[in-house]
């Protein structure tokens, strides 16, 4: 295998330049800024984590996961998504905080792709976890602040589908009694979007022709809140009928919080991770084919943890929202120039903190020697200023004689 050329990085990551990294920034603290207003704290977690505890529980397969030995021989992960680790959190450090808990975060994470799928080895999330609370009202409050948190983002136009993970496997459930293998056949079809896989698959399956009818009416349970009344006809058990109940509430809910009109209904939604229980959602914005949210509702995660406890939440892929929108928004703060020869350092290097701490200038200084000092003003007003990536709106010159202040670039 050849040695990589030094300007080479892994398949799956990149660098981010500095628009970039100011845009990037820029939308994870609004998010962040947003979520606060909502009670949610921020927490942080180590990057890398037990494979045996946080890599286990995660539900991130393992052909998907970075794997890593420490010195003592014991297996490590980089973190795949921030579920698992801040469960692990909530069950141990926070063990003893009433709940419910509510927390947020902002991270990088990394999970393992085929170099040809053209996906990010290492991308970013910000979001939420709401710990210690089974009703629809909490699935509702994630779900408005989802619908906040891109809008804070700075996306305006987006839709959101609300599943149910719980309520269609109940129906598969009932309707494929003791035939589980069929069941997880469609289930693969239908997180693939493989509708029609779906319909081929029932066409072959040994059942009657009135299930056959109503698996392929699963397809059609899309929609507002006439879903909820339509699947109702679906199943007689209870634990599904108590399933589309709690759907119901929290669309009624969302109504209350003025999102609804965001929002549809599609009980053919699979979640990515095992872990979901109940209300799965994704969130899907204008000119991108992948999902900037996606969150939902984990009722056994912290079980395994050793603090059983409900939880939902959510995370936004701010990597994929990057992409999406425009440059951020031109700093109003003043460009300074500041050059100054070396026996004028003080007087210069306090200049700049003074317009610094007004607010109002962002400040940059450069020594220059005394040579330079009487052409250094009109040399800067001729290329325009820059420096360090910045075109300066003023430039400044301190020299041996004193201040030559107010050069405009």
Request: aromatic share 8%.
């Amino acid at each position: 295998m050849s040695k990589p050329k030094v300007f080479e990085k892994p398949s799956g990551v990149k660098d981010y330049l500095p628009g970039a990294v100011e845009r990037l920034r820029c939308i994870e603290e609004r998010v962040l800024t947003c979520m606060k207003r909502w009670g949610y704290r921020r927490i942080l977690t180590p990057t890398i984590e037990y494979y045996d505890t946080v890599g286990v529980m995660s539900a991130t397969s393992d052909k998907k996961l970075f794997k890593l030995l420490d010195n003592r021989g014991k297996t490590l992960v980089l973190r795949s998504e921030m579920t698992a680790p801040i469960a692990r959190v909530v069950a141990s450090v926070l063990k003893d905080e009433r709940l419910p808990i509510r927390l947020a975060y902002h991270a990088n994470v990394f999970r393992a792709f085929e170099d040809e799928s053209g996906r990010d080895a290492e991308f970013f999330q910000t979001g939420v976890e709401l710990v210690g609370d089974a009703s629809a009202d909490a699935d509702a409050e994630v779900i408005a602040l989802a619908v906040a948190s891109l809008k804070a983002a700075g996306l305006s136009e987006f839709k959101l589908a609300l599943g149910h993970q719980g309520l269609l496997n109940g129906l598969l459930g009932e309707l494929l009694d003791g035939m589980p293998a069929e069941q997880d056949q469609l289930r693969e079809r239908l997180l693939a979007r493989d509708y029609v896989g779906y319909r081929r698959l029932i066409r072959g399956f040994d059942v009657s022709p009135a299930v056959k009818e109503k698996l392929l009416g699963v397809l059609e349970l899309q929609g507002g809140r006439e879903v909820c009344e339509k699947v109702a006809g679906f199943t007689s058990q209870p634990s599904t009928q108590a399933a589309i109940g709690h759907l119901c509430e929290i669309w009624d809910a969302l109504q209350s919080y003025g999102v609804s009109g965001y929002m549809t209904i599609d009980l053919t939604m699979i979640g990515n991770f095992s872990y979901y229980t109940g209300m799965i959602f994704e969130a899907y914005a204008a000119g991108l084919g992948f999902p900037v949210t996606s969150g939902g509702r984990y009722d056994n995660l912290l079980h395994s943890f050793g603090r059983p406890a409900p939880a939902t939440g959510f995370a936004l892929k701010t990597t994929r929202i990057l992409e999406i929108l425009g440059p951020v928004e031109e700093d109003s703060a003043k460009r300074v120039l500041i050059l100054y020869v070396p026996e004028r350092r003080a007087e210069a290097l306090a200049e700049a903190a003074e317009l610094r701490s007004t607010g109002e200038f962002t400040v940059v200084t450069r020594r220059i020697e005394a040579e330079e000092a009487p052409g250094a003003a009109a040399v800067m007003r001729q290329d325009g200023g820059p420096c360090d990536g910045m075109t300066a709106d003023e430039v400044i010159v301190w020299t041996a004689e004193g201040r030559k202040g107010g050069a405009q670039g």
